[in-house]
């Protein structure tokens, strides 16, 4: 299948993360092959009272007691507890600044489609409406984001039909849906008996009537299975976790999770010494690891297994959970699926902790798993086009989990709209342009970063070189190993690109190819995190794009 020049653009991507594990390009993908992303809607779903993170509660004294051991004004009884806190704090799931970042990570990670955690029969419709408006907004612009679909677990058909009412039936943000065989995908019950009896065993309602599907639903919908980690296994189910290792083949999709609890909850590895697997779990020993939480040792055996069971399709739990209500269970006070760092099962770059470790880490083992790296990735003796994929045109204003915090965001004056490389035999040619007219004060803000050869440990991060502007307006490239200038580059302007020129003995003359990033107004330059939260970043974070040099 001929891919767009933006699809194709992604191929280029390459990233090292603070391990020194990296991937590099793609030349082709394989089609059959699908990742899906567990997604969470309910952070902030109702409001908090406060934002209370059970991370920080316990490295307070006394802070196992305070959280599992009591209830109080710092960790009070029945409200959200974050386990640690996310890059961008702690929000709320309706921020539509925080969606857009999403969308756009998972975009650039090669991630297909989203699930939406369904299973407690709550919706989130004001949550879901936003993130698939949001996949429409990428796809007007010409991308491939990732499509959405729902897990339908308690209650699961009067769930499925709810959603089928509200969203399905009238036609709702149809362009974001998830579908197989051309049918949108939902994972829910179709058998009355199951779903009864989920409810009478686990939620003790014996007076539960499963509502019959009408025929037009029926013939909509791809039905998948859902597959509990407490049920027998079933051939056709669909798994959001296992309780097993190594983790079974469902027919043609597999289950890879960063952490796991089949002695649920997580919190009682903390209280009672029971063995859940965290995510620095080392399976050939059985032993959880807390210097290696970072690294995710427990994640790569996941995928280490995934990798050579090569399934259809592989669904990754999760992106963004974050969550647990504290409540009283078998005599004291737990929190369910997340408690701190090493028991839980983010995604989503944190701020402090593991910071981007994990997403780059999800990226190198998609890129193993779908991609293709048949021969060198080639210049096709053209300029490269490098669009922006950042969102920085738009502000945040938004509640986070509470009421009681809120977060501001000015939307930048002017962002990146792409960059185009060309190469002769002597130079490199970069253009930058932007959305708006280029002022005089913009020229300060604005950055290029440069390694050469293969993604490595660079000087700075993965970074040999940076190009930037002196206060008396001079272009300058330097080299990050002792902020030298190394030389004063050829650089015009016009109203809405900047088009600069770089001998190519300044960098290597030897070098088939190298990687940059471009930024403009990121708030603190020396944090590469901040690349992510601030400014307008192509590509965002820890990321970098490839260009080979044609000539």
Same mark, same amino acid.
């Given at each position: 299948?001929?891919?767009?020049?933006?699809?194709?653009?992604?191929?280029?991507?390459?990233?090292?993360?603070?391990?020194?594990?990296?991937?590099?390009?793609?030349?082709?993908?394989?089609?059959?092959?699908?990742?899906?992303?567990?997604?969470?809607?309910?952070?902030?779903?109702?409001?908090?009272?406060?934002?209370?993170?059970?991370?920080?509660?316990?490295?307070?004294?006394?802070?196992?007691?305070?959280?599992?051991?009591?209830?109080?004004?710092?960790?009070?009884?029945?409200?959200?507890?974050?386990?640690?806190?996310?890059?961008?704090?702690?929000?709320?799931?309706?921020?539509?600044?925080?969606?857009?970042?999403?969308?756009?990570?998972?975009?650039?990670?090669?991630?297909?489609?989203?699930?939406?955690?369904?299973?407690?029969?709550?919706?989130?419709?004001?949550?879901?409406?936003?993130?698939?408006?949001? /996949?429409?907004?990428?796809?007007?612009?010409?991308?491939n984001p990732p499509r959405a679909a729902f897990y339908t677990h308690s209650y699961s058909m009067r769930t499925a039909l709810g959603l089928y009412h509200d969203l399905y039936e009238p036609k709702k943000f149809e362009r974001a849906w998830y579908c197989e065989g051309e049918k949108p995908v939902i994972i829910a019950y179709t058998n009355p008996?199951?779903?009864?009896?989920?409810?009478?065993?686990?939620?003790?309602?014996?007076?539960?009537?499963?509502?019959?599907?009408?025929?037009?639903?029926?013939?909509?919908?791809?039905?998948?299975?859902?597959?509990?980690?407490?049920?027998?296994?079933?051939?056709?189910?669909?798994?959001?976790?296992?309780?097993?290792?190594?983790?079974?083949?469902?027919?043609?999709?597999?289950?890879?999770?960063?952490?796991?609890?089949?002695?649920?909850?997580?919190?009682?590895?903390?209280?009672?010494?029971?063995?859940?697997?965290?995510?620095?779990?080392?399976?050939?020993?059985?032993?959880?690891?807390?210097?290696?939480?970072?690294?995710?040792?427990?994640?790569?055996?996941?995928?280490?297994?995934?990798?050579?069971?090569?399934?259809?399709?592989?669904?990754?739990?999760?992106?963004?959970?974050?969550?647990?209500?504290?409540?009283?269970?078998?005599?004291?006070?737990?929190?369910?699926?997340?408690?701190?760092?090493?028991?839980?099962?983010?995604?989503?770059?944190?701020?402090?902790?593991?910071?981007?470790?994990?997403?780059?880490?999800?990226?190198?083992?998609?890129?193993?798993?779908?991609?293709?790296?048949?021969?060198?990735?080639?210049?096709?003796?053209?300029?490269?086009?490098?669009?922006?994929?950042?969102?920085?045109?738009?502000?945040?204003?938004?509640?986070?989990?509470?009421?009681?915090?809120?977060?501001?965001?000015?939307?930048?004056?002017?962002?990146?709209?792409?960059?185009?490389?060309?190469?002769?035999?002597?130079?490199?040619?970069?253009?930058?342009?932007?959305?708006?007219?280029?002022?005089?004060?913009?020229?300060?803000?604005?950055?290029?970063?440069?390694?050469?050869?293969?993604?490595?440990?660079?000087?700075?991060?993965?970074?040999?070189?940076?190009?930037?502007?002196?206060?008396?307006?001079?272009?300058?490239?330097?080299?990050?190993?002792?902020?030298?200038?190394?030389?004063?580059?050829?650089?015009?302007?016009?109203?809405?690109?900047?088009?600069?020129?770089?001998?190519?003995?300044?960098?290597?003359?030897?070098?088939?190819?190298?990687?940059?990033?471009?930024?403009?107004?990121?708030?603190?330059?020396?944090? /590469?995190?901040?690349?992510?939260?601030?400014?307008?970043?192509?590509?965002?974070?820890?990321?970098?794009?490839?260009?080979?040099?044609?000539?």
């Amino acid at each position: 299948m001929k891919k767009s020049e933006r699809e194709e653009q992604l191929y280029f991507l390459t990233g090292m993360d603070q391990f020194n594990r990296s991937f590099s390009y793609l030349t082709d993908i394989r089609e059959k092959k699908k990742v899906g992303m567990f997604f969470w809607l309910w952070i902030g779903q109702p409001y908090a009272a406060g934002a209370y993170d059970a991370g920080k509660i316990l490295d307070m004294e006394n802070g196992q007691k305070r959280l599992l051991g009591e209830t109080s004004d710092i960790s009070p009884d029945g409200q959200q507890h974050f386990w640690g806190e996310p890059l961008w704090g702690y929000y709320n799931s309706a921020d539509e600044w925080v969606i857009r970042k999403q969308i756009e990570l998972l975009m650039l990670a090669g991630v297909d489609f989203i699930v939406f955690d369904a299973t407690n029969a709550i919706t989130y419709p004001n949550v879901y409406e936003k993130v698939l408006q949001v /996949i429409e907004e990428y796809i007007d612009a010409g991308w491939n984001p990732p499509r959405a679909a729902f897990y339908t677990h308690s209650y699961s058909m009067r769930t499925a039909l709810g959603l089928y009412h509200d969203l399905y039936e009238p036609k709702k943000f149809e362009r974001a849906w998830y579908c197989e065989g051309e049918k949108p995908v939902i994972i829910a019950y179709t058998n009355p008996a199951e779903d009864k009896a989920w409810a009478e065993k686990e939620m003790k309602d014996t007076g539960y009537q499963p509502p019959e599907y009408p025929d037009e639903m029926k013939n909509l919908f791809c039905f998948k299975r859902p597959q509990w980690p407490t049920d027998p296994f079933l051939e056709d189910g669909f798994p959001w976790i296992e309780w097993t290792w190594p983790q079974p083949m469902h027919q043609d999709t597999m289950s890879v999770s960063v952490a796991s609890h089949p002695n649920v909850p997580m919190s009682f590895s903390l209280t009672r010494g029971l063995e859940n697997w965290g995510r620095g779990w080392d399976v050939e020993t059985n032993v959880n690891r807390s210097a290696d939480v970072d690294k995710g040792t427990f994640f790569q055996s996941q995928w280490n297994h995934a990798l050579v069971m090569d399934p259809d399709t592989v669904f990754v739990g999760g992106w963004n959970e974050w969550i647990a209500y504290k409540q009283l269970w078998d005599g004291e006070y737990m929190l369910c699926d997340a408690v701190n760092k090493e028991y839980s099962r983010d995604i989503e770059p944190m701020c402090g902790g593991y910071g981007d470790s994990f997403y780059i880490q999800l990226i190198e083992n998609i890129r193993q798993y779908k991609g293709k790296q048949e021969s060198k990735q080639s210049n096709p003796g053209r300029a490269l086009r490098y669009r922006s994929t950042d969102s920085a045109a738009n502000g945040r204003d938004s509640y986070g989990v509470s009421q009681t915090i809120r977060y501001c965001q000015e939307a930048l004056e002017n962002s990146i709209y792409e960059v185009v490389l060309s190469d002769s035999e002597d130079n490199l040619m970069i253009t930058v342009s932007f959305h708006k007219e280029i002022k005089e004060d913009h020229l300060k803000k604005l950055l290029l970063l440069f390694g050469v050869g293969e993604i490595h440990a660079g000087s700075w991060e993965s970074y040999d070189f940076q190009v930037g502007f002196e206060e008396n307006g001079k272009c300058c490239l330097y080299r990050l190993s002792d902020r030298r200038i190394v030389c004063v580059l050829n650089c015009q302007c016009n109203d809405k690109g900047i088009h600069i020129v770089i001998p190519r003995r300044k960098l290597s003359r030897n070098s088939d190819q190298i990687y940059f990033k471009v930024a403009f107004d990121v708030e603190n330059p020396k944090d /590469i995190m901040s690349y992510y939260t601030s400014g307008s970043a192509l590509p965002p974070g820890r990321l970098s794009y490839i260009y080979p040099f044609g000539r």
